[in-house]
């Protein structure tokens, strides 16, 4: 992207997808309100960790392979969902059983966070949908190598919000610090995880650019951002 055209419009881009709500923001909020700010930001922490493997992969043409594999995208696509949902289920259960309930969930939070984000094809596909569209196949750079400077500029537009996010759900988390509601908010949470691991399996097998991605709601968008006058993208 020599002429600064195209970066505005991929900035712009960027920062828009980064303040829509996605599953990976509610995974964050949710262990936030359950297990406090430091578990917020440890989830943070592990989804940005996570989201470098699918940007390494689109780079290196993994995630072409995943699209191009049905089968294989919905074995990733189910054993993530099915990750979601036991995090979820122990989650519920760690407020009724005092025996789950004493580990302490920040020594595997940043654990879980990666295996989540890395689990999610459909991140993959949001890179390998939307990274295209700012590449010059003709520029100096290797292609790859522009697939790793984008990637990281989207992870970290998208980590700061998840930052927001995670401070948002502590001080709601500070505010029922005193009050009966914070017994259930690991039950609310831990429900929010299911449904999450629900709405995965759910979730169509083909990977054909249509569908939700594990960042914004809409991974699978076509993303135009002004294609046709830009004229940014390479064919």
Request: proline letters at 6%; one cysteine or more.
């Amino acid at each position: 992207m020599a002429s600064p055209e195209p970066w505005i419009v991929f900035i712009v881009a960027t920062v828009t997808f980064a303040c829509m709500p996605g599953p990976a923001i509610l995974y964050m909020t949710a262990q936030t309100l359950a297990h406090g700010r430091r578990a917020g930001l440890l989830s943070a922490l592990g989804v940005h960790i996570g989201c470098y493997a699918h940007i390494v992969a689109a780079s290196i043409g993994l995630a072409s392979l995943i699209a191009s594999a049905p089968r294989v995208y919905a074995a990733i696509r189910l054993a993530g969902a099915a990750y979601l949902i036991w995090l979820g289920v122990m989650m519920v259960l760690g407020q009724c059983r005092p025996d789950i309930g004493r580990a302490a969930p920040q020594a595997t939070t940043l654990r879980d966070s990666i295996t989540v984000e890395v689990l999610n094809p459909k991140t993959a596909l949001f890179f390998l949908t939307f990274l295209p569209q700012f590449v010059e196949t003709g520029a100096a750079m290797p292609v790859w190598a522009q697939f790793l400077i984008l990637g990281l500029v989207v992870n970290i537009a998208f980590s700061a919000m998840d930052l927001v996010a995670v401070g948002c759900a502590a001080l709601i988390r500070d505010r029922l610090q005193s009050g009966p509601a914070l017994r259930i908010v690991p039950n609310v949470c831990g429900a929010i995880l299911i449904g999450l691991g629900i709405a995965l399996a759910a979730a169509q097998d083909a990977p054909s650019g249509a569908g939700t991605a594990g960042r914004p709601t809409s991974a699978g968008l076509k993303i135009k951002l002004e294609r046709e006058g830009a004229a940014h993208a390479p064919s």
